[in-house]
C-alpha cells in the first residue's frame, strides 16, 4: 500500500491499490470482465414482448358464421393450429383426437355439409359469398365416451385461441352429416367435430345477462349478439 492512502484488495487480479488510482473499474479487472459480461449479455436473444394476454384472446376468440373469401387460409396456418395438439393435456394421456386439414379445393364439399347458425334457421347462414375456405375436421381413433367429449373440447377451444392469436376466426360445427363427411373425405376414423377456420367478416358482441334471462344469440341488423352468464350467477353460492 501507499503511506496516508485507503488500500483496496482487488479479488480479481490480486493486487494492491489505492484509492487515486481507481480508474473506471471495467478497466481495473482482470481481463475487462464486466466489459465482456455487457458484450455476451447484449448478444443473447432478447424475450419477444407479450402481445396477447389470455383474456383478450378469449375475448377476440368469437364463433364467426360468415367469412372474407378473399382471404385464402393455407396448409402452414392449420398446421400451426392443430400443432397445439402436441402441448395439451389428455384424459389418461390416451391422445386419441386425429385432424384432418380441408382447404380451399374441398372446402365447399363440406360446406354444404354443414349446418351454421341452427339458432337462425331464418338467415340461412353462412350467407353467399361468405363461406369458410378452410376447416380441421376432428376424428377419434376409439369409440365415443366422456373421456373423449373431454379431450375434444380442450382440444378445439385451444385451436380456436391459436387460430386468434394469428389473426384468423373460427367455429366449432357439431351440426354436419357424419357419414357423408367421411365418405367425401374418405376417412377411415369417425368425424366428431368440424371446425371452420377463416377471417371473420362479421360483428360480434358480448352482453352480460342473468342467468333467468335467455341464452339465446341473436342479431339486431348486421351486428351478432352473444349473451354470456355474468359471473355471480356462475359461482355456486355456499
Known amino acids: 500500500g501507499v503511506e496516508g492512502s485507503n488500500p483496496f484488495f482487488h479479488p480479481f487480479n490480486a493486487v494492491w491499490f489505492s484509492v487515486k488510482d481507481i480508474k473506471p473499474l471495467f478497466y481495473i479487472m482482470a481481463d475487462n470482465y464486466?466489459?465482456?459480461?455487457?458484450?455476451?449479455?447484449?448478444?443473447?436473444?432478447?424475450?419477444?414482448?407479450?402481445?396477447?394476454?389470455?383474456?383478450?384472446?378469449?375475448?377476440?376468440?368469437?364463433?364467426?358464421?360468415?367469412?372474407?373469401?378473399?382471404?385464402?387460409?393455407?396448409?402452414?396456418?392449420?398446421?400451426?393450429?392443430?400443432?397445439?395438439?402436441?402441448?395439451?393435456?389428455?384424459?389418461?394421456?390416451?391422445q386419441v383426437l386425429r385432424f384432418r386439414i380441408v382447404l380451399a379445393d374441398e372446402a365447399e364439399k363440406i360446406t354444404k355439409l354443414c349446418h351454421f347458425g341452427g339458432g337462425l334457421p331464418e338467415l340461412k347462414l353462412p350467407k353467399q359469398g361468405e363461406e369458410p375456405n378452410a376447416y380441421i375436421v376432428v376424428c377419434t381413433t376409439v369409440e365415443i365416451h366422456k373421456y373423449v367429449y373431454m379431450d375434444l373440447g380442450i382440444s378445439a377451444q385451444s385451436m380456436?385461441?391459436?387460430?386468434?392469436?394469428?389473426?384468423?376466426?373460427?367455429?366449432?360445427?357439431?351440426?354436419?352429416?357424419?357419414?357423408?363427411?367421411?365418405?367425401?373425405?374418405?376417412?377411415?376414423?369417425?368425424?366428431?367435430?368440424?371446425?371452420?377456420?377463416?377471417?371473420?367478416s362479421e360483428k360480434i358482441e358480448l352482453k352480460s345477462i342473468k342467468e333467468e334471462e335467455s341464452h339465446a344469440y341473436y342479431r339486431i341488423g348486421d351486428t351478432h349478439f352473444g349473451p354470456k352468464v355474468r359471473l355471480e350467477d356462475l359461482l355456486i353460492k355456499p
Open 160 to 200: 380456436l385461441l391459436a387460430a386468434t392469436e394469428i389473426g384468423l376466426s373460427g367455429l366449432c360445427i357439431g351440426a354436419f352429416s357424419k357419414e357423408e363427411v367421411k365418405k367425401t373425405l374418405n376417412l377411415s376414423l369417425e368425424p366428431i367435430l368440424v371446425i371452420a377456420i377463416g377471417k371473420g
Open 34 to 94: 464486466l466489459e465482456r459480461k455487457m458484450d455476451e449479455y447484449s448478444s443473447l436473444p432478447q424475450k419477444r414482448k407479450k402481445t396477447h394476454e389470455l383474456f383478450s384472446l378469449l375475448r377476440k376468440n368469437r364463433s364467426y358464421r360468415g367469412y372474407d373469401k378473399k382471404f385464402i387460409v393455407r396448409r402452414d396456418q392449420l398446421e400451426r393450429i392443430i400443432s397445439v395438439n402436441e402441448l395439451l393435456p389428455s384424459a389418461r394421456n390416451q
